[in-house]
């Protein structure tokens, strides 16, 4: 059974930074595409990025493109989300969601993904 566990949110002004963690346990990620999700109040869950399983491709939604980047490293089991230059709009509840590899591109729909963490909430305001 794959588990996920985000970590790194917390409350931060506009401009500065987050990296965000999701660790995995059960078993290795090496074979699953990862992606990060958000769900503002009242919105729907959206995809922000997401990296393949071997990391060579990664996506990226517009709203995250040239502020967000996605890495990974297999051998500790755990993506990352380092988030810069934040505003206020980025403030949600971010989801890491695991899909066992069926092709070498990630997708950002959220229906692909099969496992999900609980979140790590992220604050941008004063």
């Known amino acids: 059974q794959l588990q996920l566990v985000e970590s790194g949110g917390g409350l931060v002004h506009p401009g500065e930074s987050l990296r965000l963690s999701c660790v995995a346990s059960?078993?290795?990620?090496?074979?699953?595409?990862i992606g990060w999700f958000r769900q503002a109040p009242g919105k729907e869950r959206e995809g922000v990025s997401c990296?393949?399983?071997?990391?060579?491709?990664?996506a990226y939604a517009d709203s995250a493109k040239g502020r967000f980047t996605i890495s990974r490293d297999n051998a500790k089991n755990t993506v990352y989300l380092q988030m810069n230059n934040l505003k206020p709009e980025d403030t949600a509840v971010y989801y890491c969601?695991?899909?066992?590899?069926?092709?070498?591109?990630?997708?950002?729909?959220?229906?692909?993904?099969?496992?999900w963490g609980r979140g790590t909430q992220v604050t941008v305001g004063t």
């Open positions: 990296i393949s399983s071997s990391g060579g491709h990664a």
């Open positions: 059960g078993y290795t990620l090496d074979y699953y595409n």
């Open positions: 969601a695991a899909r066992l590899l069926v092709q070498y591109e990630c997708g950002l729909p959220k229906y692909e993904y099969d496992y």
